[in-house]
């Protein structure tokens, strides 16, 4: 996020940011690019605990901050550049720690060339997920997407979209650890013997690196994508080759970078950082208003060059 600092809003959104703090900078900078407006993005804010003063000063900072947005592409429109689709994902539902969880699953048409876990944003599993599992279907992944919502009865019933960032950021890391777990199993379950990876968006580019740091044994290939880095990162069980993916102007993410470096540098981990420089966070998104083509569509071929290395 761009943020660079936010006095205004006090000490606890500096420096590292929290999955909380992150999810608050998500409503900022939404507010920034046009997205919502003020009374809404207030009204987000004040779900996720943050006063009037406070979060009207963020919305003042990030303001005088953000640069032009790019525009997304029309509803139902076919994004330039789309890889091969097998269509969108379909729902499934499967046994979790605390009960059924839910998810979108898909399949390739022939022998999977590795399972994907795939973790949403902080909307939860949007149009955007599923699309992107048969995405990855079509390029001969297994794919699923577990819905984190799934306790709350699912994304879908949701009525207010603005409750699921609060939601999420009400749930405990160990709990949200737990389901990205089961959907491992599940994977294993569905796609028998095929080599795991996990890439997770924003809330779920912070989920991957949470589970790189839990030591996650099955994962062979993880690529977070512009997520929140644990404040003091260790990764000495880490057993995955991570493609960590940045946008250029997301300052408030991009601070963590050189700690993920170094954590992944002390674990002997193999490990590759790519930066999409002019590209805003949330820039492989194409539902949103700062969908880049350009770099979304190198994004999406360097992971699967990723994958394709490391999950055969």
Known sequence: MRPGTWAGAGPAYAGCMALHDYQVGEAAEDHADGGLSRREALRRLALLGLGVTSAGGLLAACAVESPPTRAAPAPGAEPPGRAPTVGPG???????PAGELIGSWAAP????????????????????F?????????????????????ARGGTSAIADDA???????????????????????????????AGLGVVGFQFGGGMTWQLLEAGEP??????????????????????????????????????????????????GATHWTRTFEGAQDAFFNDTGPRYDDAAASQA?????????RYLE
């Open 90 to 96: 379909q729902e499934i539902r499967f046994p979790g």
């Open 109 to 128: 048409a022939g022998r999977p060339g590795g399972a994907v876990l795939v973790v949403h944003e902080n909307e939860g599993l949007t149009r955007h």
């Open 130 to 150: 599923h699309d992107l599992v048969g995405r990855l279907a079509g390029a001969g992944y297994a794919a699923l997407c577990v819905d984190l919502l799934s």
């Open 163 to 193: 409750q699921a960032p609060p939601a999420l950021a009400d749930t405990p890391v160990e709990v949200l650890l737990a389901d990205l777990r089961a959907g491992i199993d599940e994977l294993g379950r569905r796609a028998p013997g």
């Open 218 to 267: 099955r994962l062979r290939a993880a690529v977070p994508f512009y997520g929140p880095v644990p404040e003091r990162p260790d990764f000495a069980g880490v057993t995955a080759a991570v493609l960590a993916v940045y946008a250029g102007d997301n300052a408030g993410v991009n601070e963590g970078q050189d700690r993920a470096e170094a954590a992944l540098e002390a674990a």
């Open 300 to 308: 999406y071929t360097e992971m699967l060059d990723w994958f394709d």
